[in-house]
């Protein structure tokens, strides 16, 4: 990808389990973006954690992030099958606005 | 007005052909870009519009050509395109190029198909 490798490339899981997908990227950020996207549409922002920040918790969604190491982590607990989806991240380079993405993981709950 | 739209939503067109995909936002956001995704890969970046002037082209073919005529709209004109540029283009905004925390606001697409 133009920024860096998300694992896995897939994940499939039963409801009512935990989706953890990974994300490290090449360059120094600002920020570091998680994003949705069902098939074949647009996509759909779920949290942004700043480049000094290291967790962030929205709803169901936990964001941690590394920059020593260049790698993210996106927790979804008790997940639903509505959760079925692509996960991308994304990052904005520092000094720049220039929003690139990760390779993305695909995750399949199973009902 | 939260949305960021997209128009056509599908569109076929052969090799010869001139087509335009439009984009419209009226968040008053002043940063726009356009994307391209092939399926089964992430969105990447082809142009990034800032006050209306063009301020990222990643090196795209001139075969793409994007015009931002005012803050509220943007333009893909496409001529003499390959089948290989069959993707879905994906249009985003967010409210300026120093708001560098903002997240982006995503279209719904344009599926485009070359014959």
């Known amino acids: 990808s133009q920024q860096g490798e998300e694992d896995p490339q897939a994940l499939s899981i039963q409801e009512g389990e935990n989706a953890t997908m990974n994300c490290s990227y090449k360059?120094?950020?600002?920020?570091l973006q998680w994003y949705r996207q069902n098939s074949g549409r647009g996509l759909v922002h779920l949290i942004l954690?700043?480049?000094?920040?290291r967790e962030k918790h929205s709803g169901r969604l936990r964001v941690t992030l590394d920059t020593s190491k260049k790698s993210s982590s996106l927790l979804i607990t008790a997940s639903r099958a509505a959760d079925t989806a692509s996960y991308f991240c994304a990052t904005d380079a520092t000094g720049g606005f220039k929003t690139i993405f990760g390779a993305g993981t695909r995750l399949f709950v199973k009902a | 007005d939260t949305e960021v739209t997209q128009t056509p939503k599908h569109l076929v067109m052969g090799m010869t052909n001139k087509k335009s995909l439009k984009c419209e936002q009226h968040?008053?956001?002043?940063?726009m870009y356009w994307y391209k995704q092939k399926a089964k890969k992430p969105p990447e970046l082809m142009f990034v519009?800032?006050?209306?002037?063009?301020?990222i082209n990643e090196s795209v073919p001139s075969r793409f050509s994007p015009e931002c005529p005012n803050s509220s709209l943007l333009n893909l004109h496409l001529h003499a395109l390959q089948p290989e540029d069959s993707a879905l283009y994906l249009c985003?905004?967010?409210?300026?190029?120093?708001?560098?925390?903002?997240?982006?606001?995503f279209g719904s697409g344009t599926q485009l198909s070359v014959l």
């Open positions: 519009y800032s006050y209306e002037k063009l301020s």
């Open positions: 360059t120094s950020i600002n920020n």
């Open positions: 985003a905004s967010r409210p300026g190029p120093f708001a560098t925390n903002e997240k982006l606001f």
């Open positions: 954690i700043r480049s000094n920040e």
């Open positions: 968040m008053g956001h002043r940063a």
